[in-house]
């Protein structure tokens, strides 16, 4: 293939070419939810209209009076309208034939069922909210939720959006500093979290590691438990409620709050894979009409789904398409508490057979694990009630979206890949899954109404083919975050001043195909640049990938006299693969005939495993740091800090160097 040269103004090389195409099947098609490309027509020439369209499949308390105002960087979308999303989301399911359908079939690790119908969970939530306001929670206050993956988590955020306080969901895997941290940042005056909660057959003590984040949030007033398990806690008489105490002594039905529809209904921190979290703002009318609108279009979902998103709660994926999207759009969701591998590392294809899932959302570092624990897995279980397939988190490599296409979809089911963010709060790039064709490692076409374009550093749309650039969002879109909590002038920074014209800078790197697809390259603080070219970590990681023994890798620049940066690849291996010189020298040559002598790696580590953050994205910047010799960055949101610390021995040690 050889190497090519930058053209002119790219900030990206194009390096890795992909020209497998698949169709959605007919049979897909033909009941799909949208099965015609019309509608980006349509929204593109009046995204208003578009959104508004979208926006009364909601029910509002008092309709909008103007669509959208946009002042940059600030948007309100219908504004003057009133709703609640906890009515949108549960209240008007139970008053229709939806009443007796299961909203939520909960799963715990041990093996332990709960099934809320939408009547269930509106008495639920009512209870709960009614619990909120006898401890004085009133509107705009700020709720912390602790929480492991439990329907309370769901009922707690519910309750929140019911009586308009906002809720801050911290992951139930983070320590006690991480949440203080998150506590005070938010001023939060109630938690709420369990005795604990099971992960891969261990306790996880919620409580107790919350006792000692207790010790300095001053601004909690409250604290409600949940009993998960009968764990042994200590109770602060006087601050910590039982929250099954709670909800019998209180009314049993509890008003929603009508809310403006910029009124905040939450704050959400990013995973932190590049730097410090940032508390993202969300709104209700905006970001419910998105959330909604993208489950019902890209993920084709209807009223006889079983749908089920792997992702905790407490990431923004968890809050869009597991609670507010899909209960928005009536479905019925399963929610898994524990790991993948407990006890067996098939418990995801026993739980998609046990209730017949249909609709399956994961991330891409979850499928490279199944890959690495190899096909048998998924082949004990029938499958067969699949029909739609999705990833979201990270760019997925073509080898990971082909196996993913294979061994759970059997190459029947279309596959969504949907670029999103926190900030961004709803999809916005993805195929339709009953419009699009499918090119692995190409999410697609940006949702309708939506407007992307890869722009140079000058802020200069990069036409045609041959190099990749800055993803930027052009149009305000109803979810779009609405700042920072607490530091507008970060918010300003961060997303605003990259160009010195109106558009949002997603900090990712993109190039985009002759259809006008758009394949994610991975983020710009991560490109390499070795000797003048632009290489994308996601080109030589998929390189890397596509060899028969890599499961993972991670590639990262490494300081080069000559040649200014080299890239150094972190690997890890499938099962029943070792490593060794032979295999390094091998995976160097593979990277070599697939993308060019430019992107050979320098050094090969074979690693246990690789850094990442809780939510599984791979951390790049701490590889470098590890490279560089530096002290390492923020770890705050690393999963295992042996991982980095075995990695550092290895490094040091040195693999073989050329
Ligand atoms: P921080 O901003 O704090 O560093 P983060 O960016 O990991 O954390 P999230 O908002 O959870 O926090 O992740 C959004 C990012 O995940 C995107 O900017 C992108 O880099 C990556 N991403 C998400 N979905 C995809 C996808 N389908 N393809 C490629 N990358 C994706
Ligand atoms: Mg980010």
Request: aromatic share 10%; net charge negative; with cysteine.
């Amino acid at each position: 293939m050889g190497t090519r040269e930058v053209p002119e103004g790219r900030v990206f090389s194009d390096l890795l070419a992909e020209d497998r195409l698949f169709d959605p099947p007919a049979s897909f098609r033909e009941q799909a939810n949208i099965s015609d490309g019309g509608a980006r027509a349509a929204a593109a020439s009046d995204p208003e209209a578009f959104w508004a369209g979208l926006a009364g499949e909601l029910e509002w308390d008092r309709p909008w009076d103007r669509v959208l105002e946009w002042e940059t960087p600030y948007a309100k979308w219908f504004v003057g309208g009133k709703l609640n999303a906890s009515v949108n989301c549960v209240d008007r399911h139970a008053r229709t034939r939806r009443r007796n359908q299961a909203a939520i079939i909960w799963e715990g690790e041990l093996g332990d069922r709960r099934t809320l119908t939408y009547w269930d969970l509106y008495r639920e939530v009512n209870k709960f909210a009614s619990a909120l306001k006898s401890l004085g929670v009133e509107k705009g206050d700020r709720v912390a939720i602790y929480l492991p993956m439990i329907p309370e988590l769901a009922i707690g955020m519910l309750a929140c959006a019911r009586i308009g306080a906002i809720h801050s969901v911290v992951f139930g895997g983070f320590s006690a500093e991480a949440l203080r941290d998150r506590i005070n940042d938010a001023q939060a005056k109630v938690l709420i979290t369990a005795d604990g909660g099971y992960r891969r057959g261990q306790i996880v003590p919620l409580k107790h590691d919350a006792d000692y984040a207790l010790r300095e949030t001053p601004c909690i007033e409250h604290v409600v438990i949940v009993r998960r398990g009968d764990f042994p806690i200590r109770i602060h008489e006087g601050r910590d409620h039982w929250w099954h105490r709670l909800v019998d002594d209180v009314e049993a039905k509890c008003e929603p709050e009508s809310m403006d529809a910029e009124d905040i209904l939450y704050t959400l921190y990013t995973s932190g894979t590049t730097g410090k979290p940032k508390g993202i703002i969300h709104t209700t009318g905006g970001y419910l009409t998105g959330v909604c609108a993208t489950t019902k279009w890209i993920f084709d979902l209807k009223d006889t789904d079983v749908y089920w998103c792997t992702a905790d709660i407490g990431w923004v994926t968890g809050h869009s398409y597991i609670v507010y999207g899909p209960l928005a759009a009536g479905a019925t969701v399963v929610m898994y508490e524990g790991a993948p591998d407990w006890p067996e590392r098939d418990r995801f294809w026993q739980i998609v057979e046990d209730y017949g899932v249909t609709v399956f959302y994961t991330a891409p570092t979850a499928i490279r694990a199944f890959m690495k624990w190899g096909a048998e897995y998924p082949a004990r279980h029938d499958l067969s009630s699949l029909r739609l397939l999705g990833t979201v988190g990270e760019p997925i490599n073509p080898e990971a979206w082909m196996w993913y296409y294979e061994h759970i979809g059997k190459q029947r089911c279309p596959i969504v890949d949907t670029w999103w963010q926190t900030e961004t709060g709803m999809i916005l790039i993805s195929t339709l899954p009953g419009v699009d064709r499918m090119k692995p490692s190409y999410a697609g076409h940006p949702f309708p109404g939506i407007e992307a374009d890869i722009l140079d550093d000058q802020g200069k749309p990069i036409e045609g083919q041959g190099g990749g650039g800055y993803l930027a969002i052009t149009k305000p879109w109803p979810a779009m975050l609405r700042g920072i909590w607490g530091d507008p002038e970060r918010y300003q920074q961060q997303y605003w001043t990259k160009w010195d014209h109106d558009a949002y800078f997603t900090s990712d790197g993109a190039k985009q195909d002759s259809d006008g697809y758009f394949c994610l390259l991975g983020r710009v603080d991560d490109v390499l640049n070795v000797s003048g070219h632009r290489i994308s970590t996601m080109e030589v990681e998929s390189a890397l990938v596509d060899h028969a023994s890599v499961a993972e890798a991670a590639v990262v620049g490494v300081k080069h006299e000559v040649r200014g940066e080299v890239p150094g690849a972190f690997v890890t291996l499938r099962q029943g693969h070792s490593p060794g010189p032979a295999l390094e020298t091998d995976l160097k040559q593979h990277v070599v005939n697939k993308i060019g002598a430019i992107a050979r790696p320098h050094q090969v580590i074979f690693a246990g495993e690789l850094p990442k953050t809780r939510s599984g994205k791979i951390m790049r910047r701490l590889l470098r740091d590890i490279a560089a010799g530096r002290v390492l960055g923020d770890t705050t949101t690393l999963a295992d800090s042996s991982v980095v610390e075995q990695l550092k021995k290895q490094y040091e040690e040195g693999g073989q160097e050329e």
